[in-house]
């Protein structure tokens, strides 16, 4: 695309400096005049004659009289390249080539009235100026000369003393050689000398509109972004990939403050491109901490896009604990993501129903078990005992997880603080004896509920491999009604783990079922500091009974 931008830009400059010159400038109408070209002719004279007329103004007459001659090769019966070809035979001293030109084409074109007025430019009487030496001269032309000459070998700081001049320089001629300038630096990678140029013609008032872009896109290379700013803020250059050039940039160098600054600045961009606006999303994005007013109340276009800007902006919503802005947020949101998020809302909203059908959701997917105890447990302590019980109830009796004995005491808890919320149904679900390695662990559920039956019948088979607190409660449940098969859970208990309380526990149970020297015993292994008053006194009564 560089290599484009010299060549189209010296063409239209020199161009303007030529046009004006021909002598033939009054030309009939099209299709009128006798010798007149077609169009597509036309199309293959005018890079000769661009050239040609170029040429003539810096003074090089070779090439000015050798592109006039092929473009007379392509048209030879035309008046006009018979006009061009003469006035440059007369420009550079050669009256009597141009002369004989023209009588030749007066002959071929004798009504055409141009040539007539050509005619008379070249009597005898006329002078010939003398071509100047531009090695020396400080003419414009030769000036121009020197800076194209220079431009073309790839010297610019040759070219750019030639507009050391103030007179030059101000010139149209002058003004052409510095666009040119500016177009081959650009080319060649000088930024620095090109971006001076843009200056300069910026202060003379003959920057134009392509040009100012190009000097927008030199600051951004050259890291003057304020100054890029600037120049943008004085208009025409506010088209939404300019605004997201320079936003990237102030995001590429870090600067968030400058950032933020410029992405509040006037109205956001209106995007042609879906992938424009996600890149200005993403943008805002990186100033939500500071300013999340601009990532929240931007608009987007593109449907996608609207979906992205939820899923920036809801981490720094939740961040400053703006919840009725994360769920509506949440609301533009697939409703199968952000599972935990929606939990978390619901459940400091007070929505307890939806954060356990958000929980359950979470358990449901692939190795969302794991998730069972934390969910439970963050129900529980928001009140929901009743969304808590049923997710554990879903999953009971917890085979296979690790925690699986602080789930069945969790479950436990709720019974013993509600015990209304277990209907019929459930507690005889729970008094059935499990197998394998859960058998018995519903028993601390059962206790809560004060379902003595299901502990009894749960433990009927009086295996040897229940543990202490199994036995324990198989002795709380038997009570009174069976002493003395409460008096024998006691003492498995006892004998499998000796502690104060299965030792106190025993003795009374062995006094109820009259068997004192087991209670005698039972008393000797409680020690003396945890006994109470009514211990003593039952030790006592125990001793006399024996």
């Given amino acids: ?223 003057q972004l304020n100054e890029a700013e600037r120049l943008q803020a004085r208009g025409g250059l506010d088209a939404p990939p300019l605004r997201l050039a320079l936003a990237q940039a102030w995001a590429d160098r870090g600067d968030l403050d400058e950032l933020g600054s410029y992405l509040a600045h006037g109205a956001p961009p209106a995007f042609a491109q879906e992938q424009d606006e996600q890149a200005w999303l993403y943008l805002l994005a990186r100033t939500a901490r500071e300013r999340p007013a601009l990532l929240a109340g931007y608009r987007p276009a593109y449907p996608r896009n609207r979906v992205l800007q939820a899923r920036l902006a809801l981490p720094a919503a939740l961040a400053r604990d703006d919840r009725a802005t994360a769920q509506r947020l949440l609301a533009r949101l697939p409703p199968d993501s952000y599972r935990e998020t929606r939990f978390d809302l619901a459940l400091q909203d007070g929505r307890r129903g939806e954060a356990a059908r958000e929980a359950a959701a979470m358990l449901a997917a692939p190795g969302g078990q794991r998730l069972l105890d934390p969910l439970s447990y963050r129900l529980l302590q928001a009140g929901g005992r009743a969304e808590a019980k049923q997710m554990l109830l879903a999953a009971y009796p917890f085979v296979g997880d690790p925690r699986a004995a602080a789930l069945m005491a969790r479950l436990a808890l709720i019974a013993a603080a509600q015990p209304a919320l277990f209907p019929p149904a459930e507690r005889e679900r729970l008094r059935r004896p499990l197998g394998g390695p859960e058998h018995g662990a519903q028993i601390p559920v059962l206790l809560a509920l004060g379902d003595c039956e299901g502990v009894r019948a749960t433990m009927a088979d009086f295996a040897p491999s229940y543990p202490a607190e199994r036995w324990r409660a198989l002795g709380a449940c038997y009570g009174s009604a069976q002493p003395g098969l409460a008096e024998y859970a006691y003492a498995e208990a006892q004998r499998r783990e000796p502690d104060a309380a299965t030792a106190r526990a025993l003795a009374y149970q062995a006094y109820a079922a009259r068997d004192y020297a087991v209670a005698m015993q039972a008393w000797r292994g409680v020690p003396a500091a945890e006994l109470r008053p009514s211990d003593l006194l039952a030790a006592a009564g125990t001793a006399l009974a024996a």
Avoid: N
Wanted: aromatic residues 6%; neutral net charge.
């Fill in 1 to 223: 695309m560089k290599r484009a931008l010299l060549p189209e830009c010296c063409a239209l400059a020199l161009m303007t400096v030529a046009l004006a010159a021909p002598l033939h400038a009054q030309q009939p109408p099209a299709g009128t005049g006798e010798g007149e070209v077609g169009a597509y002719r036309r199309f293959l004279l005018y890079p000769h004659q661009q050239r040609a007329h170029a040429a003539m103004q810096a003074g090089d007459e070779q090439t000015a009289i050798d592109e006039f001659r092929r473009a007379r090769a392509l048209a030879p019966d035309s008046a006009e390249t018979a006009l061009d070809l003469a006035e440059a035979y007369r420009r550079f001293g050669h009256p009597d080539l141009a002369r004989q030109l023209l009588e030749a084409q007066r002959r071929a074109t004798p009504q055409d009235p141009r040539l007539r007025a050509a005619m008379q430019a070249f009597a005898p009487t006329a002078p010939v100026a003398p071509a100047p030496d531009c090695r020396r001269d400080g003419s414009d032309a030769c000036r121009a000369q020197r800076g194209y000459a220079a431009l073309h070998r790839g010297e610019l700081a040759a070219a750019q003393a030639e507009l050391d001049a103030p007179a030059f320089a101000h010139s149209e001629a002058g003004v052409a050689l510095r666009r040119a300038l500016a177009q081959r630096a650009v080319f060649l990678g000088d930024t620095a000398r090109a971006t001076q140029q843009f200056v300069v013609l910026d202060q003379a008032g003959q920057l134009e509109g392509g040009e100012r872009g190009q000097w927008f896109a030199l600051l951004l290379q050259q890291g």
